[in-house]
């Protein structure tokens, strides 16, 4: 069982930028996960961000590319999320999310991640 905890998550500026972190814990064999990065704004349903692979291999929602930017340190079993250019639409709560596979597929689904984190809200006003 993997265990995931967001945070960095805050208020921000339109414009402006913010980076997420997630911590992981627990039964990590991080060498064999793919790492994503999802999103819930109110009233509607969660959305694929980003993913990442070990090998740094990356995907992202046509909506983010350009402006965020994920990574992770596999030394402090930790994910990130660099958020540049925010806009007000970016206003959500964010999540982070694990499978068991080192593959991530090239669109980013929620269904294909079994462990998740409680989420940590980014609001950004304009």
């Known amino acids: 069982q993997v265990q995931l905890v967001e945070s960095g998550g805050g208020s921000v500026q339109a414009g402006g930028s913010l980076r997420l972190s997630c911590a992981a814990s627990?039964?990590?064999?991080?060498?064999?996960?793919?790492l994503g990065w999802f999103r819930q704004a109110p009233g509607k349903e969660r959305e694929g961000v980003a993913a990442i692979e070990l090998s740094g291999r990356t995907r992202y929602a046509d909506f983010v590319k350009g402006r965020f930017t994920i990574s992770r340190d596999d030394t402090v079993n930790t994910l990130y999320l660099q958020m540049n250019s925010l806009e007000p639409e970016d206003t959500a709560m964010y999540y982070c999310?694990?499978?068991?596979?080192?593959?991530?597929?090239?669109?980013?689904?929620?269904?294909?991640?079994?462990?998740w984190g409680q989420g940590t809200q980014l609001t950004v006003s304009s």
């Open positions: 627990g039964y990590i064999a991080s060498k064999y996960l793919c």
């Open positions: 999310a694990a499978r068991n596979s080192n593959y991530c597929a090239a669109t980013v689904k929620a269904a294909d991640f079994p462990y």
